[in-house]
């Protein structure tokens, strides 16, 4: 594909029928996955991206394309192998969650959160259920809050795992995703335990979990915790003192953050720029107060801080399991509630720290037993749009690094 | 719940507030017309007592009667979060200033508001639909979407509330002909 400016439909994606001889063109019907969107620019920035400077080009990576960890377009406008510019296209994972939530009671309003982040589902259940509480002033037991932070650490642990392992993978590198399955894996069997589920857990309660520790969830996680710091320290040495890998991340989309502030970023992405925000610190919710625990935060702004950031991460986030595990109180683990919710008519607003940034639920009640309105705001879908000012300059095959540096996932992107 | 919060914040913007500040849990919520908009979120972003530097959310709501769009905000000035409503926009044509001057990231969630409500962001470069198609022509969240879903005209129809098939009363007429099995 090369772009002429004497061709009569310079911005129609036409493709030639003989290299050797460029000037004979095949102008074709537009498809759906065609680069050029087959309607006249709607807007300032459209019109700019679909306009092609000299010796630029179109390229379309997805929707199927294994990097994008979903279904996700993405339209690169190259100078020969440099990224000038890039376009998202999203829509293609839509659901409508947020009309599903409207159209449902509050208790069955849950269920639709866990597959927004297949791979951090407690995390999307949590600001929701902390939303309908606030609106209900209900007051949820201690029991209740311990085995949620407990549960979501793990949850946490398994997310950056498997970030690890992808990062690599997009990379070209094989093997620590096969360690890190492991870790996630050994997580999964003990929520699978504790909640019934593998990965849509659907666990968290409006005023508490639904059901109480056991035997099987507590004997695996004392199994595991007795090793887990040394099995994530070995998987990890594989890709710290890897050279090719440490030294195509550093550097590699950097962001300072100024930028990052206004780009509204959150999570390990803002963190990895040195502003140390975390909302668990930032704004407590939950039991976080009573825990101890420390916030890294690194400056460079590059891939490989993100990436050495997360790593930080696992290590608070085991400080705070075994902190859960020792100071976990008895008693009840729900609230006492009717059957049918309907709170009265207000607003409620809840944010929480997961593993990807700051997960957030805004709720209106009209006094039914149904949300009026129900917001979903989601980190994965903030973190993509800075992609578009991370990539200029880079080379194609560093868009997958940086985007999986960000570690979005489309479920949550497209809601 | 901040109170002297909220004293600080009538204090300033006493003569644009639409209403009452309110405070609930750890909220801190006011209301302003369309067009204080950029003058409030400045002041709240750029002035050291308030120093509000982080959107932690912008979304769209459609309360039936008028449009609305609300700005949560975080600040380490206070211990709550600021909930500011640009309350008040007509339903029929919706329009508030662009926050993309302060926060370029909310490019994307005034995309989605505009996707899903027809709200119009001024000053936003790249007001398009961001989820549904190009050629999609109506709002999905508004009230008046009818959610013409195949289990409305099931036989369980009305049972539980997803199969509810009262459409709204403003809904157009060929949504309460689907009613009908056809």
Known sequence: MTATTDHPHPHRHYEETSADDPRVVLDREIGVFEPVPPYPPRTEREAEFYTLGDGEMLLNMGPQHPSTHGVLRVVLKLDGEKVVDLDPVLGYLHRGVEKLCENADYHQAICYLDPLEYVSSLFCEWPGVMAFEKLLDVDVPRRAEYIRVLSGELNRIASHALFLGWMALDLGG???????????????????????????????????????????????????MSRATEQIEAGNTLLNENEIFVRRMRGLGTIDSTTALRMVMTGPNLRATGVPFDVRRAHPYSVYPELDFDIPTRDEGDCLARYLLRMDEIRQSLRIIDQCL?????????????????????????????????????????????????????????????????????????????????????????? | MDRAFKARLEARFGDRLTSAVHQRHDE???????????????????????????????????????????????????????????????????????????????????REAYDMFGITFEGNRDLRRIYMPPDYTSFPLRKDFYLADDAARSPGAGVRPMERTQAPSNAPATALVRRGGT
């Open chain 1, 174 to 224: 094989l093997t620590p995703i096969l360690w890190s399955f492991i870790e996630r894996d050994e997580i999964v069997d003990m929520l699978s335990a504790l909640t019934g589920q593998r990965m849509l857990f659907n666990y968290f309660r409006i005023g508490g979990v639904n059901g109480d520790l056991n035997h099987e969830f507590m004997s695996r996680l004392g199994d595991w």
């Open chain 1, 326 to 415: 020792h100071q976990m109180p008895d008693g009840p683990i729900m609230a006492k509630l009717p059957r049918l919710l309907r709170p009265r008519p207000g607003r409620a607003y809840a944010g929480i720290e997961g593993p990807r940034g700051q997960y957030a639920a805004y709720v209106v009640s009209d006094g039914t037993d149904q949300p009026f309105r129900m917001r979903i705001h989601d980190p994965s879908f903030i973190h993509l749009q800075a992609v578009g000012v991370m990539m200029p300059g880079h080379l194609i095959a560093d868009t997958m690094a940086v985007m999986a540096s960000l570690d979005p996932i489309m479920g949550g992107v497209d809601k």
């Open chain 2, 28 to 110: 801190t919520e006011m209301r302003i017309g369309a067009g204080d908009v950029v003058a409030v979120l400045t002041a709240l972003h750029d002035e050291p007592e308030f120093r509000f530097e982080f959107l932690a959310d912008l979304a769209g709501v459609d309360t039936g009667t008028v449009m609305q769009v609300v700005y949560h905000l975080w600040s380490d000035t206070t211990t709550d979060w600021l909930r500011v409503i640009a309350d008040g926009l007509p339903r029929d044509d919706p329009r508030v200033p662009s926050a993309t001057f302060l926060w370029k990231g909310a490019e994307w969630m005034e």
